[in-house]
């Protein structure tokens, strides 16, 4: 029996900030490792807008490889058709059903939690890990918490505090689209960065 913790996003690409959310979430829950999970999306053949699945999967891997309890996980790329959290979750306890799940997200997810597919089903399937952006609005989403957690009765979203990085992976793609790939490089693991050049992702030379 473990505890897994599912770190999903598309990574187009990876950036420090999504290692230091899953680090956070590994040093403040009871957590033995984290899956980190691509989303499966249509593969454009314009790199400068969405990388390969393989691409964003080496990227992944290549970011997490010195953390032993970090792990690439392919269940989503492998899915066919759209994917929602409650399949994800539903599926993965099929799969490991002695194992219990944090499902790692932004806070911003939060306000709409109750319209999400299935709410109640994903608020039994997992504990919901929810990392404000910022320390503005870490008042409104704990009182949010507080609101979902008398509703379903029981202590399942928790507030994740962690260092918010300043550059978003779109602001990463724009830089490199831009020819300013210096500018961001430090936002990048050194590895991520040297394979984004090498492949000429992004729209990169």
């Given at each position: 029996m473990a505890s897994i913790g599912i770190m999903g996003g598309t990574f187009n690409p990876i950036h420090k900030g999504h290692v230091?959310?899953?680090?956070?979430?590994?040093?403040?829950f009871p957590i033995d490792r984290i899956w980190f999970m691509p989303n499966r999306q249509p593969e454009y053949k314009d790199k400068r807008e969405l990388a390969s699945a393989k691409d964003r999967m080496n990227m992944v891997?290549?970011?997490?490889?010195?953390?032993?309890?970090?792990?690439?996980?392919?269940?989503?790329?492998?899915?066919?058709?759209?994917?929602?959290?409650?399949?994800?979750?539903?599926?993965?306890?099929?799969?490991?059903?002695?194992?219990?799940?944090?499902?790692?997200?932004?806070?911003?997810?939060l306000f709409d939690f109750e319209?999400?597919?299935?709410?109640?089903?994903?608020?039994?399937?997992?504990?919901?890990?929810?990392?404000?952006?910022?320390?503005?609005?870490?008042?409104?989403?704990?009182?949010?918490?507080?609101?979902?957690?008398?509703?379903?009765?029981?202590?399942i979203f928790h507030a994740l505090p962690c260092p918010v990085m300043p550059c978003s992976s779109s602001e990463i793609r724009e830089a490199l689209q831009a020819g300013e790939g210096e500018r961001i490089r430090e936002y990048l693991p050194e590895a991520v960065f040297f394979y984004i050049k090498q492949h000429g992702l992004y729209g990169i030379d």
């Open positions: 230091a959310l899953a680090q956070a979430a590994y040093e403040q891997r290549l970011a997490i490889t010195d953390i032993s309890y970090f792990e690439m996980s392919d269940y989503e790329i492998k899915r066919e058709g759209s994917t929602y959290t409650v399949d994800t979750l539903s599926g993965l306890h099929r799969q490991f059903p002695d194992d219990t799940f944090y499902f790692i997200m932004g806070a911003d997810s319209k999400w597919r299935e709410a109640d089903t994903v608020a039994m399937l997992a504990t919901i890990l929810a990392a404000p952006r910022d320390e503005k609005n870490m008042d409104a989403v704990m009182e949010k918490i507080h609101a979902l957690n008398v509703r379903y009765g029981r202590e």
